[in-house]
């Protein structure tokens, strides 16, 4: 049995193995998008595929929406033939719940997969889609690092500048290829449209307006294109970028569920690592947790999927929902956990969970320190998020995620995620950023990190970070047991941490938790120890 449409007709085939199929007709669903498509969606990796994709298909398989989305890769082709076009476009939704068991969906209403390519002709495609006046939405899931276009000093990336001296015809990076379209969308009668960032990033569509309009300022400047093009993006009533806060655990393909799925008869379920170092698989895997809040700004319509389970607000509440979690009640706990659990030898979420100092730093983290100065945003309660995330979230041990996996571009995330919550003790004249004492652990546990030694003294590999250059020769300059570092210039730095720790009276306090992580083996737990007890 192969995860194929021709498969699909053996409908009770799939149901004797407590597998749920689409109810409706996707190869009808397919013509229909290409005639008029609704929803194009870049970056289609698997938080994509198994919750904004699976909710798509709730709407379809309800009769509340008639078209499918289009999925194109801007980054990895490889996913497109190896993911996509070998599955007949399905996906085998598995979501792990904390009792061991597996609830198995196949998801269609993705019909159609696409690079952004110009030479084998998928941008002429993707450009016939935007010139179409049916289309309500381009959404985006390419990670926060896709919607940068330059440098951490400053300047553009390669593809980038080739892409401000070619103009718009052959677009190579991702925020170029949609001001590429949105052009050609303005040239077929400035036709409307919502442009959706469901990354998990602070400001998401902030960040994409504006990494979009600076391409389209240097085109104008250029006489690439028309300066009306620039009006057209700044009206909301034309081109909206609303806000948006996604949250769930989707971590690689577990090589346990592909055994699960292979032992009760399905084939070709291997996980896929392309040479790009992507890890996907015909299958996702993920927690039954699921949040998406999406700012109700859509100038061209939308599909229902309120009646998906997904949340629309104003900016002001998906704002709010998006501090509480990136801020407070989630995203600080899991990079705390992630430093930590690669310094004292984790390979699993669920079991750091289970570790006396690590349970106590994340429950200060976000009870003691991160709720004082939530907002509640009113359609989610912090309170209960957080009780979700401590007592049902990372305790669950089938969610195969890793600290390593979380560890990645830490240096992009500290500003976010624990500088804001320092700025909000800084402003409220009854709290004192120095009386924290989470926050700077998990900020000298990650200065800690890039040291590149274990707790036991063991060299350690790093995950990816675009400051990895510049900050892990300075840090591991420092050797086990030294009793001295000049972290002065790292502490103050505004761009990493939001604020200079020093003006807010913390630089001294992260400088003496550090060398006592440094000081000898176990020297991590012992301070962990000496914090939290």
């Known amino acids: 049995m192969k995860l194929k449409l021709s498969a699909l007709k053996e409908k009770q085939a799939w149901l004797d193995k407590n597998i749920a199929l689409p109810a409706s007709d996707l190869e009808q669903v397919a013509a229909k998008t290409m005639e008029n498509p609704g929803w194009v969606h870049f970056g289609a990796g698997n938080i994509f595929r198994i919750f904004p994709a699976r909710a798509h298909q709730v709407l379809l398989d309800q009769g509340l929406a008639d078209t499918g989305i289009v999925a194109v890769e801007t980054f990895d082709f490889e996913i497109v033939e190896r993911v996509f076009d070998a599955y007949d476009n399905l996906t085998l939704s598995v979501i792990m719940k904390a009792d061991g068991s597996l609830e198995k969906t196949v998801v269609g209403s993705i019909v159609k997969a696409m690079t952004s390519q110009v030479d084998n002709g998928d941008f002429d495609k993707l450009a016939s889609f935007f010139t179409n006046p049916s289309l309500q939405m381009a959404s985006f899931t390419i990670t926060e690092k896709g919607y940068a276009i330059k440098d951490h000093v400053g300047n553009y990336f390669g593809a980038v500048k080739a892409d401000m001296e070619g103009g718009p015809k052959a677009p190579l990076h991702a925020m170029s290829v949609l001001t590429s379209l949105l052009n050609q969308r303005y040239q077929a009668g400035k036709l409307p449209l919502a442009v959706v960032s469901m990354d998990n990033c602070s400001h998401n ?50 090589e346990k569920v592909q055994e699960v799925l292979e032992e009760i008869g399905l084939e070709d379920m291997g996980v896929i690592i392309t040479e790009k170092n992507s890890y996907t698989a015909p299958f996702v895997n993920a927690e039954v947790s699921e949040y998406l809040v999406i700012e109700d700004l859509f100038p061209n319509g939308r599909p229902p999927l309120e009646k998906a389970g997904i949340l629309f607000g104003d900016r002001e509440t998906v704002n709010k929902v998006e501090t509480m979690k990136v801020t407070t009640c989630l995203n600080p706990l899991h990079t705390a956990l992630a430093v930590t659990g690669c310094l004292l030898g984790y390979t699993l979420i669920a079991d750091e969970m289970n570790d006396e100092e690590l349970k106590k730093l994340v429950m200060k983290i976000g009870y003691d320190e991160g709720l004082p100065v939530v907002i509640n945003p009113g359609i989610i309660d912090p309170k209960v998020f957080i009780d979700e995330v401590v007592g049902e979230r990372f305790v669950n041990p089938y969610i195969p995620d890793t600290p390593q996996r979380i560890a990645t ?17 800084v402003k409220d004249p009854e709290l004192d950023p120095a009386s924290l004492v989470g926050i700077p652990l998990a900020l000298a546990a990650w200065l800690r990190y890039l040291v590149g030694v274990d707790d036991n003294g063991n060299e350690m590999p790093l995950s990816s970070d675009p400051m990895l250059e510049v900050l892990a020769p300075i840090l591991q300059k420092v050797k086990l047991g030294d009793d001295s570092a000049d972290l002065t210039e790292i502490l103050k730095n505004q761009e990493i941490f939001g604020v200079d720790l020093y003006e807010v009276g913390l630089g001294n306090k992260v400088e003496k938790m550090f060398l006592q992580m440094i000081s000898k083996e176990g020297a991590v737990r012992e301070t962990l120890k000496a914090y939290l007890t």
């Open 205 to 254: 569509g902030d960040k994409i307006k504006a990494a979009v309009t600076e391409i389209a300022k240097v085109w104008a400047e250029k006489e690439f294109v028309e300066q009306d093009f620039l009006d057209y993006l700044e009206d909301p009533t034309k081109v909206s970028f609303p806000l948006s806060m996604i949250d769930k655990i989707t971590p690689r393909p577990s």
């Open 409 to 425: 571009d830490t240096s992009q995330k500290v500003a976010i995620r624990f500088g804001e919550t320092i700025k909000s003790y």
